[in-house]
């Protein structure tokens, strides 16, 4: 099997039925071993080109993966009126001329959308964007969005499916935001970047993806400080801000995905370019996993030293164990010699993937918000179906570990946020093939 070519899927439906669309083969029980490279951030490059809209000047962003969600902002940023071109890695936006009014249909197939009010309430004093949309993966409200873009002097309606914003002048001021919303803090961060006076952000999320926001715009003229902390200050700069060229960091959650697809199948794989500070967590719990892990400069070597163990996860925000993670630790943990806990704390449906693991032969019970995973499971291969973007990925842990052939369908999902997923695995010694039937409909 190969991994066949890749092209992210942009499902287009006729007459209320989605096309065809392709399946992934996966056959389980192969080693990986190899090289596998990692790519850019998909959490930060989302939120740059949002960024780069603060701006008339052209923006260079390097080290952009080729993913769905990043063609679904490129459809948002266009319809706004900026000037858009990947080549390769390579992604140019110029954004001259902006109208204040969001394309609806990409909108409403991505939640990273809505990073848009900020920068448009910033430079045009005026937004209007449909209900952001993405993963179902339990509740998500724009509420922190809204209530620290209204701090900053901005009015905000919300009616019939729909989202304005009119300010005819940004003031600085103190938001304190009831969870560590990590978009509202980047939200409130474009915005705040050029109102006039100083913004405090307090209870601010402290992913990394907020520290390349905050070097991005710096490196525009903005002047934000803080960011990686609960506190973030910024002082509004008056004039326009500058064009930027920036290379964007590796994505952790990819290289932790890959992490896991390594400890699964029993092989030895060496990861790079990662930032190891950003994942301690997730490699902490993989090494008490019973994974060897060995880091050396930018890259990170997965290997197994016998049985995997059980372990003890709880999802939290950063620095904590990012939810992004937890189903793919999930279906590892099907192969642990022992009863594992997973505790959700952040999104309430995050365990939708549950059932088809079990179609798979998992013995996971789930009770609210905790699932109990008793291992290890014999799991063998079956025709599945991803839900969201990190279930997908998931289902390609499980698949394999599996005996035998798993069938994974939903791969508008999991293309939204990996870069060929099957192909990186393939290059690695996985058994895996992309199946495109010809009626699927691909850019």
Excluded: W
């Amino acid at each position: 099997m190969g991994s066949g070519v890749f092209s992210p899927v942009r499902v287009k439906r006729h007459g209320g039925e989605a096309s065809a669309l392709p399946t992934l083969l996966v056959e389980g029980r192969h080693q990986l071993r190899g090289e596998i490279r990692v790519s850019g951030a998909k959490n930060a490059v989302l939120k740059l080109m949002a960024a780069a809209l603060l701006t008339k000047e052209p923006c260079v962003i390097r080290n952009v993966p080729h993913i769905g969600d990043v063609l679904n902002m490129i459809e948002v940023l266009e319809g706004l009126g900026a000037k858009c071109a990947l080549d390769g890695d390579v992604l140019y936006i110029e954004a001259r001329e902006l109208h204040p009014e969001a394309p609806q249909e990409p909108v409403r197939e991505m939640r990273a959308s809505i990073q848009v009010m900020g920068p448009l309430l910033g430079r045009l004093g005026e937004v209007r964007i449909a209900q952001p949309g993405g993963c179902a993966i339990g509740a998500r409200p724009v509420d922190l969005h809204l209530a620290g873009l209204r701090a900053l002097g901005a009015v905000i309606e919300e009616r019939h499916g729909f989202i304005t914003g009119r300010a005819s002048k940004l003031v600085g001021g103190e938001i304190h935001l009831d969870l560590p919303s990590v978009g509202a803090t980047e939200n409130v961060m474009m915005a705040a970047a050029v109102a006039e006076g100083e913004t405090v952000i307090r209870n601010a999320a402290r992913e990394p993806e907020i520290i390349e926001v905050q070097n991005f715009i710096n490196c525009m003229g903005g002047r934000i400080r803080g960011a990686g902390t609960d506190t973030i200050r910024i002082s509004g700069v008056a004039g326009p801000l500058g064009g930027v060229d920036y290379t964007v960091i590796p994505d952790r959650i990819e290289a932790g995905t890959l992490a896991v697809c390594a400890a699964v199948s029993g092989g030895d794989v060496t990861l790079g370019p990662v930032i190891i500070e950003h994942m301690e967590l997730v490699a902490a719990k993989l090494a008490e996993a019973g994974v060897g892990l060995e880091v050396r400069d930018e890259t990170l070597r997965v290997y197994r030293r016998g049985d995997l163990r059980p372990l003890h996860i709880r999802s939290q925000p950063y620095p904590g164990f990012p939810t992004d993670m937890q189903p793919q630790i999930l279906a590892m943990l099907t192969c642990a010699q022992g009863t594992s806990i997973v505790t959700e704390t952040i999104y309430s449906s995050r365990f939708k993937h549950v059932d088809e693991l079990r179609r798979m032969g998992a013995d996971i019970t789930v009770d609210g918000r905790v699932a109990v995973v008793r291992g290890p499971c014999e799991l063998t291969g079956a025709r599945v179906e991803a839900t969201d973007l990190r279930a997908a990925a998931a289902l390609v842990v499980a698949g394999l570990a599996a005996e035998g052939e798993t069938v994974i369908e939903g791969l508008q999902h999991l293309d939204r946020g990996y870069e060929d997923l099957a192909g990186k695995l393939a290059s690695a010694g996985a058994k895996i093939v992309r199946r495109v039937p010809s009626e699927a409909t691909v850019p």
